[in-house]
């Protein structure tokens, strides 16, 4: 496939994420793999925050990459690292400024046949949500444009990543929608219940069931659900009422 | 499937269409929706646990009509729609057979022939229905189908943006309309399953059994037995004081 139909259909599949249910690790796991087709490079992978703000492994190009990606967690250091911290794209130029920059890091990377390793920030504006790596077994070092390209492709699928993210609290503020509307209903239900029950209009229903809700320090749709559910006798609600010194109001 | 994929452009543009409509969400939703659509008219369901809630708009009073049709019967495109988590499209109303007789009749007395369902699906739920409803028989045009989802993709999230902002507990005052419209509905459900001895959801079915077989909406319904003009029987049979 010609490099410009590649980086278009790559683009498009990113673009896909912001309008469709997809599975993040399969997403970046083919992001990892178009990276190695696309840029001049013989491994990618690709490190996300978890919720505390600690780089975990999410998707490479490799089983050895995914070794030495490990062996950066462990340790710490690594171009990966620098990028999620600093929030720029890191790139090594030779292996004895690999060496000077990650002490540790570096020689296990040379073991593993990489001479050079580059990463560039997963980011939206203020928010790193991760970063994506970049070795290759020749000493060049990447740059421009393909430097470019990696950045850019890591921006949209950040904006992916993001999206996804917010899709999953939806899914909380769906539930709360929910409960928040079942429990208006489950309200209006017993005020119907008690007005049937006790003879009263609606109004003088809720007033009674609020003055029980708050005298048992229960919440309303609480004692609302315990009469629909009959646990709790309409009666209970008007005795109640005998002990307000409703006087005294005003 | 084309039915379901949501474009992006689409998005992208029915956003940018769509501004404005957080300062006055139940006048301007529904109403520009309608345009943008180039529909008759446009609802917008919230659905709970599969049961409609109640509209949060209406572009116009025959739409209104027609969305208390399909929750005065709990049935039609949208509770379809959002329990197929597909595009749900009834191209002619008079054509349809076996499937919602009620609102098909309900819908077709109030002018409409056509009437669609798309759901607002936010990951793996469905909050409720966008209805796209037409007055004239015949399918939606592949531009206003592939609008519809980009709309409804678009409103999904706003409903959900508007939610995320609500106090605790609380239903977000641009949606306040949902519950508040359906009040006396409960209410009167409530009073009916203390005069039947039925549980909850019997006395809804009862209730909305009533309102079919009378040919009245649910809400004017659930009016008088709040009001205690009418009243159900334990046995079954209804007592009409009025």
Redo the contacts between chains.
């Keep these: 496939m010609a490099r410009e139909t590649l980086i278009l259909r790559t683009f498009v599949a990113l673009a896909d994420t912001l309008v469709d249910d997809y599975d993040v690790i399969d997403f970046l796991q083919g992001l990892a793999e178009n990276c190695v087709a696309l840029l001049d490079v013989t491994a990618a992978g690709i490190m996300l925050a978890d919720a505390k703000g600690s780089l975990r492994h999410a998707a490479c190009s490799s089983e050895q990459m995914r070794l030495v990606e490990l062996l950066e967690l462990q340790l710490e250091q690594g171009p990966c690292f620098e990028a999620f911290r600093t929030a720029k794209p890191v790139v090594s130029t030779s292996r004895d400024d690999a060496q000077a920059r990650w002490p540790q890091f570096a020689p296990r990377v040379f073991e593993a046949g990489f001479a050079s390793v580059s990463a560039v920030p997963m980011r939206l504006r203020s928010n790193v949500v991760g970063a994506l790596n970049l070795f290759s077994s020749g000493v060049t070092a990447l740059e421009d444009p393909d430097l470019e390209l990696a950045q850019a492709m890591a921006d949209v699928a950040t904006i992916g990543i993001l999206q996804e993210q917010a899709i999953r609290s939806s899914q909380a503020y769906s539930s709360q929608l929910e409960a928040a509307l079942d429990s208006r209903v489950v309200i209006e239900q017993a005020k119907g219940m008690l007005a049937e029950k006790l003879g009263v209009d609606v109004d003088e229903a809720f007033a009674l069931l609020r003055r029980y809700a708050r005298d048992h320090n229960r919440l309303l749709s609480v004692v609302a659900r315990q009469i629909i559910a009959g646990e709790l006798q309409p009666g209970a609600l008007h005795g109640d009422r005998t002990h307000q010194p409703q006087q005294n109001r005003r | 499937m084309s039915s379901g994929r949501?474009?992006?452009e689409r998005?992208a543009r029915v956003t940018v269409s769509l501004r404005g409509w957080e300062r006055d969400p139940q006048r301007s939703l529904c109403a520009q929706s309608a345009a943008i659509l180039d529909v008759a008219g446009v609802g917008v369901a919230?659905l709970?646990?599969g049961q409609p809630?109640g509209s949060v708009c209406a572009s116009d009073t025959v739409t209104g009509k027609v969305e208390e049709v399909q929750y005065t019967l709990g049935e039609g495109p949208a509770v379809d729609a959002c329990h197929e988590r597909e595009p749900v499209l009834a191209p002619d109303l008079a054509e349809v057979t076996g499937r919602w007789p009620g609102f098909c009749n309900g819908a077709l007395a109030a002018g409409i022939r056509a009437a669609s369902g798309f759901p607002l699906l936010?990951?793996?739920?469905c909050?409720g229905s966008l209805n796209l409803y037409q007055t004239a028989p015949g399918p939606l045009r592949e531009e206003q189908h592939a609008d519809a989802l980009a709309v409804a993709?678009v409103v999904g999230?706003m409903?959900?943006g508007w939610?995320?902002l609500?106090p605790?507990?609380?239903?977000?005052w641009q949606?306040e309309q949902?519950?508040s419209h359906?009040?006396?509905?409960?209410?009167?459900?409530?009073?009916?399953?203390?005069?039947t001895r039925a549980t909850?959801d019997d006395a809804l079915s009862l209730l909305r059994a009533y309102a079919f077989a009378e040919s009245r909406s649910i809400s004017d319904v659930a009016g008088d037995v709040?009001g205690r003009r009418l009243r159900f029987g334990e046995g079954g049979p209804l007592i009409d004081l009025a």
Excluded: C, F
């Design positions: 949501v474009d992006a998005v919230l709970s646990g809630m936010v990951g793996a739920i909050i993709h999230r409903v959900l939610q995320s609500a605790a507990g609380e239903v977000a949606l949902v519950p359906r009040a006396s509905v409960h209410q009167a459900t409530g009073m009916i399953a203390a005069q909850i709040v």
